[in-house]
């Protein structure tokens, strides 16, 4: 690691494969903590590379436990996190309205690292047991229309280097990954990042692959379609700017779609969003978001149909539903 870090510190940038053994290498345990802490800083001077990227990625997919659900095609909706806005869990809520319409869902996601309530906070504080075998994934998807993937059960170097991601509670390459390594590998994904330039690395990556993607920035810097301002939107057919009117009805305030102090106040947001308790802003947002989602996975065949799906999956309580039964499936284990 000490050559790579001085070849680093030169301002060079690592090849596609320099970056795949170097990331297998991590997952085996090969480098101590203040290594890996200065690896992970590189990343944070300068921007990451295709190929860095790239490679980073393949390594993770290469080692991962890949998950079989049976054909289905499933979609996900994740961000890369790291944005500092610290919003309530807009990306996993989103899964579940989209669950309700009736589009299955893998989705995957990770404790927070750089904010309080990550998916997998709010996830395990209302029960649910993370799991990596493939037959309780496939019973909750069959049943309840949707299954978590906690990351560090599949990823090892995830697991790896989380104690030192959370240490130092600032965005790393790793927020970057996430969304790119989905052990299910989903059919559909809606991806939020943090800025614009990541917006285009994912977007050559993503055109390697023969699938539909939509990758989402607010341009005030939200990785989610945030309604607070305008958005870009990129998918496999092309590029366009939204406006909040457009994606979601009308704009909300920041403070509007702010996250809380703990996990416990994320946790109360999460559930009064599923229960039509929430402020209309709160609902709106999620709307907005899970109806991309739909869109991205073909359910209808224009936005305000998807929108409307989101909106009734809501509204009618179906979404609620997916989050109830997916708990009751996963505490019986059945």
């Not at 309530?88 to 927070?112: D, E």
């Not at 309780?136 to 560090?152: D, I, K």
């Not at 969003?273 to 869109?295: D, P, S």
Request: charged share 20%.
């Amino acid at each position: 690691m000490k050559k790579i870090l001085q070849y680093l510190f030169e301002h060079q940038t690592l090849s596609r494969q320099d970056a795949r053994e170097t990331l297998v290498e991590i997952s085996r345990g090969t480098y101590n903590d203040s290594e890996l802490a200065a690896f992970m800083t590189v990343f944070l001077m300068r921007s990451i590379t295709v190929e860095e990227l790239s490679g980073f990625r393949e390594a993770l997919l290469e080692l991962c436990l890949r998950v079989d659900l049976n054909g289905r095609e499933v979609l996900d909706i994740v961000g890369t996190g790291g944005d500092g806005k610290n919003t309530f869990n807009i990306s996993t809520l989103s899964c579940f309205v989209a669950a309700g319409a009736g589009v299955p869902v893998a989705k995957h996601g990770n404790y927070g690292a750089t904010s309080i309530c990550g998916a997998s906070n709010v996830m395990e504080y209302f029960g649910y047991r993370f799991r990596n075998e493939a037959s309780g994934l496939n019973r909750e998807v069959s049943t309840a229309g949707m299954c978590y993937l906690h990351a560090p059960l599949f990823h090892p170097a995830l697991k790896t280097v989380g104690p030192i991601r959370k240490q130092l509670g600032v965005r790393t390459f790793f927020n970057m990954l996430g969304p790119l390594v989905n052990p299910a590998f989903p059919a559909f994904q809606l991806t939020g990042v943090f800025n614009l330039e990541l917006a285009r690395v994912y977007n050559y990556i993503f055109q390697q692959q023969a699938r539909p993607y939509m990758i989402v920035h607010s341009l005030d810097g939200y990785d989610e379609i945030s309604l607070t301002g305008e958005a870009r939107v990129i998918t496999n057919l092309g590029e366009r700017q939204c406006t909040p009117e457009e994606l979601g009805k009308r704009a909300v305030h920041a403070g509007d779609i702010y996250g809380g102090q703990t996990v416990e106040e994320a946790a109360r947001t999460f559930l009064k969003v599923l229960k039509r308790e929430a402020t209309w802003a709160q609902h709106a947002v999620v709307v907005a978001n899970a109806a991309l989602g739909i869109q991205c996975a073909g359910k209808f065949p224009g936005h305000e149909d998807c929108y409307q799906a989101a909106l009734e999956s809501l509204e009618s309580g179906k979404a609620l539903r997916v989050f109830e039964t997916l708990l009751e499936v996963n505490k019986k284990g059945i």
